[in-house]
Structure formats: structure tokens, C-alpha cells
């Protein structure tokens, strides 16, 4: 079988150098790969000419629906994945974390774009920043889809994953996607991609796929581009540090393999809930996918006294460790994904071996099950113990990218913190312990070298994600020897493939170009309440203000009684003469209750709910005998797609709400969310 790119909106094989691929379990052929030798400047300018404006033209909302969409196409055709995935030597469990795991990152991120970005072409950024004395020169940042296309070149071990997770924020941001796996798995992307071009939910070309090296391709790249890189930090350094990269200021995340590390808190003992949850967390980490993961534990760090313990309890466990094919049941791991890299693993191994004690030796004497063992790509779990390792810094500079960790003693809190830090910038790092001063030292004395860190305790345990989780809301990536990128992090990385600019001007100005009004705009009125109008009829900057109502101490007293606020400020003649205020004032939520009564329309009409309120500020104190006045306006409009169970075709209206007293000064700004009906269909 012939693994093929797909460029240019066909399917091809290379012409270049040829790799044969083989099942890490059985060592049977899956297939050939052939590097494309030409042609890397055609297909990077087919992604930009011919799916970048069709990506751009689509609101970021409906960006988010098609990924929603392949979302479900793909996972109709999960065990078409699974199949294929258990020749890569991956288990049931490891393969639900590549393909289901990397399914659902999609779904998250719809939701997150859905959520929190308005459904127009570009992004909104933070509030208007006033730059005059008058507020007729003002500052806001937008972000627009950059106009090249995103190159993603990933890592081998989680080839489904490791790409959705790039390529869904990419697509969402507007920018199409190229897409090289690591070359020993290329054949599961490769089904996956196929799936995708099937599917055709996105516009042609927005996702292409290179199996075999990128050749030339770097040379092609223009400002306009975006790179990520999964994989180990010497290639991401070679790559980074390409001519054309550094020349064109061309972005490039990396993401590295890391010395990732554990710490036992000095509180733990034996007979602890969180002995036993981290002796499990490591058992896990080091199996999980062989040990193949970019985050899993390579340094177990315990106190001095816990050492032995700890050790006995690590090699009882991962001595329960069933070994074998992954089809079989009751195998918990697989092979690593071919002989080459289990060569790497074990020569690593030998270089840890070097003063430090091998307490379980995972090169031989070890079973597998429904395969010999002199099959396939196997080694089981290899736990050494470093007694110096202030010392033997080997430990802390070598990984071995396999079942393979390291256990270390130390002495202090001081000293944990120093080995932390001796791997030089992880991806991630984990924290056991149910005391909270020794959590609250341990992850500020160590965050600044770590993209990511976990406290698990008995009150989480059962819902933790665990150690090596990245997650689609929260950052992934570290310092340093971790490759100094972020990527996932929620908004940040749909962001990361936009040009932030700041854009400065008159609030009329700024209000056309940004869809959302600005204070000090020009607005609108007409004899029709806004309350009135369907979504598509009513303007940004369309504003009603309404008529008067003075504040009494009845009011005060009937709200009080009503709502059971009796607060002293409220009620209390004499303490509220020596308060903040010097004299009664009315409530705040009164303030609010009563400008509702004046801009609400009491009629029926396309307004079905009130949707929220954001951003609420109490400016100044409304006192018994004060005038109030509401000027509402209509500052921001987000289109909804109708779900199946939706009674109405409906948008969201973000109105400005600013209540004044009778000397026209503010007393209360914010902002107000209402359901309205749409005419329009989807």
C-alpha cells in the first residue's frame, strides 16, 4: 500500500525517498511512503489563493459549525481509526486518547469559539482604550485571519490528536491548514485526512497533508505563514532556525519533549490516599502509549525517607503490567511504534544505567500476550533510582522516550524546587499532596519552569484528568527545553493564526469598522422602541432614551422589604451619616430594577428574554430625592444558529446601558444581554 499526500486537491505519491512502514506489533508491512520532491510552492499557494478567501468569508461562528460537523463525520467513523491504530502497537485506552480525544478537542473548541467570540469575520480584543481629553480620539485592537496558511508539522505518537488539536483552532481562526505527521504512523493521519476530503464540509484546499519530509518547503514560506512543531527539541531547534523562518519573522511554536516530574509532598505517608493515587499516576504515565507521550513522568521525585517505599511500590505495580498485543484482552500496553525506536529507548536506558540503580529492568525476561515476543517493537517498564541527583545531571538532560523513568530522593521543599528545575522547562508537572501550604510553595516555586502543573489530592482524584492531559481550554506547551510555545489555551490558540492590530480614531470611526458601539458615537433614534424590532432590523448605535423617575424613601422601603436588603446604608439614619456615603442612598440592584421599568417596552413583541448582564458598575450613590434617566443603545449584535430543539430563529443583543442622575451624571454603567427573534432563516 501506497501512503500518499494530498495537495493541490488530489491524492499523489512522492517521487522521492521511499520508507517502508511496518506493524509494531507483528512486523508485517502496512505500506510505503514516497517524499514529494517538487511542488511545495504550488501547494502552499493553493491553500492561500484558493481556500484562504473562501475561509475568510465565513463568520468565525460558522467556521466553528463546520468543525462541529467534521467533528461528528469523523467520530461516525471512529473505529475505522481504532483499526488502523492498533498496527501503531496502541492499545484500546491509548487509542481513545488520539482518536476520541482529538474528536473531542474539536467539539471543545466550537463551543469555545461559539461562546466566547461575536459571529463576525474577525475578533473584538479587550475594551476601548480613551486617548484624549475628550473622548474624541480613541484605541481598541482587532484581529484579523492572517492570509497565508498554517503548517503543522507533528510528532509520531499521537497522529490523530496531535494534528486536530493544531489544525481546529487554525481553520476557526480562517486560515487553511498543511499538515506533515511524523513519517513511522503517517498512515492514521492519512485516514483521517481521507475522511476529512470525503467529508467535504470545508471549502477545497483548506486542508492538505504531507507524508514524507516538507523538502523545500520552508523556503516558500512568507509573513503571511504560520509554523507549530510538535517533536524533539533538537529537530524544533534545527527547523526554528531556518533562514527563511527568521528572515520573514514567520511565527513558529515549538512544542518538545521535556523532562516532566512528580513530587511526593513531605506530608504523604504510605498509609495516604495520595500514596497511593501517585504510584498510580506514574504507573500510568510511563505505559500509557509505551511511554510515548511528550508529557509523561521521566523524573519521580519523594522524600528521602519515602524513597524505598515508593520504589517497592512502583515495581509491584508495573510488574501487574500486561505486555502484548494490543488486540488481546487484558493488555494494558502495546509496542513502542517500530524497532528503530526501541533501539533509541534502549540505548537511552544504558546511558541512565551509568551510577545509577536499574530497579526494574523492562529489556528482557518479560511476556507478552497473543504475540512472541521476538515480534513486534516491545519492552516493558524500566524503573532506575538516582541516589545523587544534584550531582548525576544525566537524569536531568536525557530522556528516554519509552516506559522509562527515573526515581530521586530529596531532602527539603528547597530542594525539590532545585531538581524541578534542573530539566530546564517542562511541559508539565505534578504535584501530590493534601496539605496546602506544601501545595501553594511547590507550584510557585516551580510554575516558572513549567507550561503546566497539577495539584491531585483524594477531594480530585476521581475526576482529575491526570498528569499528562493537555486540555482544550488551558495552555499546552512549557519553557526552554520544552520549546518555549503554547499551544490549546482556549481563545489563545485561534488567536495565535491572527494579526492583532491596533486601530485608532473617532468612536464613530471605530464603531463602523468593529460592529459595536462605542461611547461618544454618533447614535440613532426613531419613534419605534428598539424593543420592538427583530434582530436584523435593528442598527449598532440605535439608542432610546427614556423618560425621568425620582427616587423616594418609599421606593427604599418597599425594595428593602421586598428583597430582604435591609443594609444599614439603606435604613440606618445615623450609621449611614458616618458612612462612605454621609446619608441614605437607595440600593443598587433598585437602581437597576427601576431603569428596567424605564427602557422596557411592556408589550409583546420580538424580544423573548433577558439574556444576562455583564460588566456592571456603581458610579456614584443615587439618594433619596434624585432624578434618574436610562439611555439604552444598541451595542452589539451575535447572530445564533437555530439547534433542532429551538422553537425561534434567534441573535443575541448586547445593549449599552448607562443611568444618569439630574445633573447628568452617571450612577450606574452596564451592560444588558436579550434573546431576540430573528425573521431570517439559517
Not at 159 to 166: D, F
Not at 510 to 525: D, F, Q, R, S
Not at 657 to 680: K, S
Request: aromatic content about 8%.
Amino acid at each position: 500500500m501506497k501512503i500518499q499526500s494530498y495537495v493541490n486537491g488530489q491524492w499523489c505519491s512522492g517521487d522521492g525517498r521511499t520508507q517502508q512502514l511496518f506493524n509494531a506489533v507483528n512486523d508485517t508491512l502496512v505500506g510505503e511512503v514516497s517524499s514529494l520532491t517538487t511542488g511545495f510552492d504550488a501547494l502552499l499557494d493553493y491553500g492561500r489563493t484558493k481556500a484562504g478567501p473562501a475561509l475568510r468569508k465565513l463568520t468565525i461562528h460558522q467556521r466553528a459549525e463546520m468543525i462541529k460537523a467534521l467533528a461528528k463525520y469523523l467520530l461516525d467513523r471512529k473505529e475505522d481509526f481504532y483499526r488502523i491504530s492498533y498496527l501503531t502497537g496502541a492499545t484500546k485506552g491509548d487509542s481513545w486518547v488520539d482518536i476520541e480525544g482529538g474528536i473531542g478537542t474539536m467539539f471543545s473548541y466550537s463551543g469555545i469559539a461559539r461562546r466566547e467570540l461575536n459571529n463576525d469575520t474577525f475578533i473584538v480584543e479587550g475594551p476601548v482604550e480613551p486617548l484624549s481629553k475628550n473622548g474624541t480620539f480613541v484605541g481598541r485592537h482587532i484581529l484579523t485571519s492572517k492570509e497565508g496558511v498554517s503548517v503543522h508539522i507533528n510528532a509520531f505518537n499521537f497522529p490523530i490528536w496531535g494534528m486536530l488539536e493544531k489544525i481546529t483552532p487554525s481553520l476557526i481562526a480562517g486560515v487553511p491548514v498543511v499538515v506533515k505527521p511524523g513519517s513511522v504512523t503517517c498512515y492514521l493521519t492519512e485516514a483521517v485526512v481521507k475522511a476529512m476530503v470525503e467529508s467535504k464540509i470545508f471549502p477545497e484546499g483548506s486542508i492538505q497533508l504531507i507524508c514524507g519530509s516538507v523538502g523545500d518547503l520552508f523556503d516558500h514560506l512568507t509573513e503571511q505563514d504560520v509554523v507549530t512543531f510538535t517533536g524533539s527539541a533538537s529537530t524544533g531547534q534545527m527547523l526554528k532556525a531556518h533562514k527563511n523562518i527568521i528572515a520573514k519573522s514567520i511565527p513558529f511554536t515549538m512544542e518538545a519533549d521535556s523532562l516532566n516530574c512528580c513530587i511526593l509532598a513531605p506530608d504523604v505517608n504510605v498509609e495516604d490516599p495520595e500514596f497511593d493515587l501517585y504510584i498510580k499516576e506514574i504507573v500510568r504515565e510511563m505505559t500509557t502509549k509505551a511511554g510515548q507521550k511528550c508529557t509523561a513522568i521521566r523524573r519521580i521525585f519523594a522524600p528521602e525517607n519515602m524513597t524505598e517505599a515508593v520504589g517497592e511500590a512502583l515495581k509491584a505495580r508495573l510488574l501487574k503490567t500486561t505486555i502484548g498485543d494490543p488486540t488481546q484482552e487484558g493488555v494494558r500496553m502495546g509496542a513502542l511504534v517500530g524497532k528503530s525506536q526501541r533501539d533509541d529507548v534502549v540505548s537511552v536506558i544504558e546511558q541512565l544505567s551509568q551510577g545509577n540503580e536499574v530497579l526494574l529492568s523492562g529489556m528482557e525476561n518479560f511476556k507478552t500476550i497473543g504475540i512472541n515476543s521476538d515480534k513486534g517493537s516491545f519492552l516493558a517498564p524500566t524503573l532506575l533510582q538516582c541516589f545523587d541527583p544534584l550531582t548525576n545531571t544525566n537524569v536531568h538532560d536525557i530522556e528516554a522516550f519509552g516506559p522509562v523513568s527515573t526515581l530521586m530522593p530529596y531532602t527539603d521543599i528547597e530542594q525539590a524546587l532545585v531538581l524541578a528545575k534542573l530539566g530546564k522547562g517542562s511541559l508539565a508537572g505534578s504535584v501530590f499532596t493534601y496539605n496546602k501550604d506544601h501545595a501553594r510553595d511547590l507550584i510557585l516555586g516551580a510554575a516558572s519552569h513549567h507550561g503546566r502543573m497539577l495539584v491531585i489530592d483524594r477531594d480530585c482524584a476521581r475526576e482529575s484528568t491526570g498528569h499528562g492531559s493537555p486540555l482544550a481550554n488551558l495552555v499546552h506547551g512549557g519553557p526552554g527545553r520544552a520549546g518555549g510555545g503554547e499551544e490549546l489555551g482556549g481563545v489563545r490558540a485561534i488567536k495565535h493564526y491572527m494579526q492583532r492590530t491596533a486601530i485608532q480614531g473617532s468612536p464613530s470611526s471605530l464603531m463602523a469598522i468593529t460592529n459595536e458601539y462605542v461611547k461618544g458615537a454618533t447614535t440613532t433614534e426613531d419613534r419605534i422602541h428598539p424593543f420592538k424590532k427583530y434582530f436584523e432590523e435593528l442598527q449598532i448605535g440605535e439608542s432610546l432614551t427614556t423618560h425621568r423617575r425620582t427616587v423616594t424613601e418609599a421606593d427604599i422601603v418597599n425594595f428593602g422589604c421586598l428583597s430582604g436588603d435591609h443594609f444599614y446604608a439603606h435604613f440606618d439614619e445615623i450609621a449611614a451619616k458616618d458612612s462612605f456615603f454621609g446619608q441614605r442612598v437607595a440600593h443598587g440592584y433598585f437602581v437597576i430594577a427601576a431603569a428596567a421599568g424605564l427602557f422596557v417596552d411592556p408589550g409583546q413583541g420580538p424580544v423573548i428574554a433577558n439574556y444576562g448582564i455583564d460588566n456592571l458598575r456603581f458610579v456614584e450613590p443615587v439618594l433619596i430625592g434624585d432624578t434618574i434617566q436610562v439611555k439604552l443603545t444598541a451595542k452589539r449584535k451575535i447572530k445564533k444558529s437555530k439547534r433542532p430543539d429551538d422553537k425561534y430563529h434567534t441573535g443575541i443583543v448586547v445593549w449599552d446601558i448607562e443611568v444618569t442622575n439630574q445633573h447628568g451624571e452617571a450612577v450606574a454603567i452596564y451592560d444588558i444581554l436579550t434573546l431576540v427573534e430573528r425573521q431570517e432563516q439559517d
